[in-house]
């Protein structure tokens, strides 16, 4: 008869110890992609808190007369703030190229 190998029970083979230590490092891999967007999410809320509290400040560091217009000149600044990155920094920061060292992103403009 063929050699047959015995195991101890709550043992593992090889091949399934490599196949949990793959499935953990995907594991691992998921974990760090969803702590990097909660990070970038928490990151973002905080600037745009940033930014009304900016709005508050300069809206009490003028006359009365002037409040709405400071905080509609801010108001125009995050819109269009927003709309600059999403039209040129997001594909500057992440487009994809065909060289992945490649410093800049590239593709994905409007």
Same mark, same amino acid.
């Given at each position: 008869?063929?050699? !047959?190998?015995?195991?101890?029970?709550? !043992?593992?083979?090889?091949?399934?110890?490599?196949?949990?230590?793959?499935?953990?490092?995907?594991?691992?891999?998921?974990?760090?992609?969803? *702590?990097?967007?909660?990070? !970038?999410? *928490?990151?973002? !809320?905080?600037?745009? #808190?940033?930014?009304?509290?900016?709005?508050?400040?300069?809206?009490?560091?003028?006359?009365?007369?002037?409040?709405?217009?400071? *905080?509609?000149?801010?108001?125009?600044?995050?819109?269009?703030?927003?709309?600059?990155?999403?039209?040129?920094?997001?594909?500057?920061? *992440?487009?994809?190229?065909?060289?992945?060292?490649?410093?800049?992103?590239?593709?994905? #403009? #409007?």
């Amino acid at each position: 008869p063929a050699a !047959m190998t015995t195991i101890a029970p709550g !043992m593992v083979t090889r091949e399934e110890f490599e196949a949990l230590r793959q499935q953990l490092a995907l594991q691992k891999a998921n974990y760090n992609e969803s *702590l990097d967007t909660i990070w !970038m999410l *928490l990151s973002t !809320m905080l600037v745009f #808190f940033m930014h009304s509290g900016f709005s508050l400040l300069e809206a009490g560091s003028v006359r009365f007369k002037n409040t709405q217009n400071i *905080l509609a000149k801010n108001l125009v600044v995050v819109t269009l703030g927003f709309l600059c990155w999403y039209a040129i920094g997001y594909p500057l920061a *992440l487009g994809i190229v065909d060289s992945p060292n490649e410093f800049i992103g590239g593709t994905g #403009f #409007f």
